[in-house]
């Protein structure tokens, strides 16, 4: 069976996320989407909340499945037999981000990273700036999901 883990703090998941998610489909058996948690970190949702909108999101679809995990994400994939990672890139700053992380990954397990190209209608969404909106008791709804309630 072919398992990819799809890894992210997802505080909150949005529709672009969800597009990556939906979109690596096609490629593997079952798609792990992996709350990384860290208990140093401060988070707007907890991460029951994280894991009920992500699960309420992909409820139909049972080949996708949410867990959440601490640690290195490298780790989290073998203790679930995986051997891809999906990320989602939205500009090159992304890329330069994530190339050397994909780099060492490999380096230290055997673990793929598969880099999606986000759609151009959805390039512009982070959850960090999507953070920011809710905080500031904007409407952050059109970024979301509409199992994400704040």
Do not use: W
Request: aromatic residues 12%.
């Amino acid at each position: 069976m072919k398992i990819a883990v799809c890894p992210g703090s997802f505080d909150p998941i949005t529709i672009g996320h969800v597009d990556i998610i939906k979109r690596a489909l096609p490629l593997f058996d079952k798609v792990v989407v992996a709350i990384g948690y860290n208990t140093e970190k401060k988070y707007l949702f907890t991460l029951k909340q994280r894991k009920q909108f992500i699960d309420e999101i992909f409820k139909d679809d049972d080949r996708i499945v949410c867990d959440s995990y601490e640690g290195l994400t490298v780790n989290f994939c073998k203790s679930i037999n995986s051997k891809y990672l999906i990320r989602g890139l939205r500009s090159s700053a992304d890329f330069e981000y994530e190339k050397p992380i994909a780099m060492l990954n490999h380096s230290i397990s055997d673990v793929e990273t598969i880099f999606f190209i986000s759609r151009p209608e959805y390039s512009h969404i982070s959850s960090s700036i999507v953070r920011e909106i809710i905080v500031n008791k904007g409407d952050a709804s059109q970024f979301l999901p509409a199992a994400v309630k704040y």
